[in-house]
């Protein structure tokens, strides 16, 4: 179709070679490109291992906000990335403390609807989160209220209650009071066509009770771009590209931040739903459209065989 939006071409060999060299960092979504849960996708390891090693800045970017920094170090070596370094990693929950320590410098409280490990990375920035006493009996009408909260944060929270989503939406009461979400992912895969509802059906839920709109921090939110900026020396939109398996978070993002960007066929989003916001007459849909696709990232492999032949 003539003068119909570009995108989704299928890249590989010398090409993929090319733009590899034309950048200077990588970004890497976790979920789905990297790994499924503790499995890793076939031949990651290696890429991420040889882009660290051919003198990439390799940065990982990732919404899931359920494990601290330290953590994902862990797992990266577990799974075989052997030189992935804490600074490397910018999650939606680090990005978040980093959002209420340095952005907004919260004076009072962090009410955090959200995980163990979101709560502990706040506190690791030193932000002062909402201590909850455990009480079964408590309910709406009689629990006590923290008199200094300034802001709300929701995330992934696996022991969602009403009780917790009444609190939050009492706080929000306050105009002064921010409403901040992790990431509005609204589920995430699972094994056998299961799937887990996503920080983004929490903050939904908030957004009706409180009538609010949340401040998102993770993807597609230029902010995590913000913090590498922030955090890496000489980072240029135009050196960087995003590699992701979700359109409407991996790929906006990209495009929010003015990045080129690469959808691997790993994880939640295929083909055909690429070309369907490419062939869109809604041009606020090519904002989804990845500049570059791949089967997986294992597509690179070749890429670093020719370069080591080269120089041996
Ligand atoms: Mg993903």
Known sequence: MAGAFKGCQKIRGPQLRN??????????????VLWHGEKAVTGAATVVNSLIRNGKKVVFVTNNCTRPREKYVHKFSRLGFTDVMLEQIFSSSYCSALYLRDVVKISGQVFVMGCEALRSELQEAGVPCVVEAEDPDATIYNCPLAPDVKAVLVGHDDKMTFLKLAKASCYLRDPDCLFLATDIDPWHPLSGGRILPGSGSLTAAL???????????GKPSRFMFECISSQFEGVDPAKCLMIGDRLETDMLFGANCRLDTMLTLTGVSQTKDAEEYRDSELTTNHSFVPDYIVDSIADFLPAFEEQDEQSN
């Open 19 to 32: 733009l590899l060299e034309a950048k200077d960092f990588i970004l890497l979504d976790c979920d789905g």
């Open 207 to 217: 957004e009706v009770s409180s009538g609010r709109k949340a401040t998102v921090i």
